[in-house]
């Protein structure tokens, strides 16, 4: 049966006011933030937040700042009338989709034609400051954003620590939810979240993935059917790696490599592939503790992301 329509809401204050009047009425406010595009893995942390709340935000917004000038953020997929059409067929539905126009001071952007107008520069500013943005505030976690991701996006998880805390500012919920594949955003939210004492417990849930393996991203769609068949080797090596050290091969090295020539043989090109603890994503050379072998590969246009955990 079809879930009732959300009530779409683009204003900052307009969102404040729902939550507030929510809080009053005693019940908790669950949130997914999202950058749309859904799939069914966004639609998994919408149940998994029914779990813990009586009423559901949903935010889609594609957040500028964490884009770096050199990738394009104007080729991101959205459809949001698609997703919203998906949101109606969760079982319980979803309150409210927060699909904020306003979220940064834009500056001089706005006047270039602010949001609609996305460059493609090489630097290591992020979009948003490429496009004159006014907002300089940043919320940043420093040790957590430099590895994995970090290395290669280093303003990436400085805008998604600042947007994330502008969302709890905004839509206070009680609970917030996050994938986990996106493991280090995780982390970094349940840090951020920890060293600054905002009042919301995260939630971070399991990886959803098609038949085939393949963690579902809305970056898929950048994947040709031939480079979508070969990136089946990102979780078929992941997964071979766990067995291995599940049956004692505790060498951190002997395993990334055979993940590293796994997905190299099978044409991507690998960003990244390191075994680290899973709170502090600092690298170990030997599994006696749980880790997570996280990886980034490029296949085509795509940088797909994906990870394992092992609980030894
Ligand atoms: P995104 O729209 O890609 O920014 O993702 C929004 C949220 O959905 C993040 O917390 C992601 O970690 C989560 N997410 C994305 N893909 C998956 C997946 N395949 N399984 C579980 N969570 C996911």
């Known amino acids: 049966m079809a879930a009732r329509e959300p009530e779409i809401i683009t204003s900052k204050e307009q969102m404040r006011r729902w939550s507030r009047a929510m809080r009053a009425q005693g019940k908790i406010i669950g949130l997914v933030p999202t950058m749309g595009y859904l799939h069914k893995g966004h639609l998994s942390l919408i149940n ?12 889609i ?40 126009y306003d979220l940064y001071d834009y500056g001089k952007a706005r006047n270039r034609g602010g949001i609609q107008k996305r460059d493609n520069n090489v630097g290591e500013i992020s979009c948003l400051e490429e496009r004159g943005g006014g907002h300089e505030s940043w919320v940043r976690v420093e040790n957590l954003e ?11 998880f400085r805008g998604v620590a600042t947007i994330v805390s502008k969302l709890f500012n905004i839509v206070e919920p009680d609970v917030a939810i996050f994938g986990k594949k996106d493991y280090q955003q995780w982390r970094i939210i349940c840090r951020m979240v920890r060293d600054l004492d905002f009042a919301v417990q995260v939630i971070g849930s399991e990886i959803v993935r098609e038949d085939d393996g393949l963690a579902m991203s809305s970056r898929n769609v950048y994947l040709t059917l031939n480079e979508r068949q070969k990136a089946l080797s990102i979780y078929k090596s992941l997964s071979k ?22 997905i190299e043989e099978a044409g991507g090109k690998v960003d990244y592939a390191e075994i680290v603890d899973q709170e502090t994503l600092e690298a170990v ?23 394992i955990e092992i609980n030894v």
């Open 61 to 100: 917004y594609v957040n500028p700042s964490q884009f770096s000038t050199s990738e394009d953020m104007s080729t991101y997929p959205s459809d949001l009338k698609g997703d919203l059409q998906k949101l109606m067929s969760v079982d319980g539905g979803v309150d409210v989709v927060f699909n904020p």
């Open 48 to 59: 998994e937040a029914h779990k813990l709340a009586n009423v559901i935000v949903v935010s």
């Open 241 to 262: 790696a766990k067995h291995a050290a599940e049956d004692g091969q505790v060498n951190c090295k002997r395993l990334k490599e055979s993940v590293i020539l796994a």
């Open 146 to 156: 430099k590895g994995l991701c970090g290395k290669s996006r280093p303003l990436f």
């Open 285 to 307: 050379e030997e599994i006696k503790s749980p880790v997570v072998i996280c990886v980034a590969a490029w296949f085509g246009k795509a940088r797909l992301i994906d990870n």
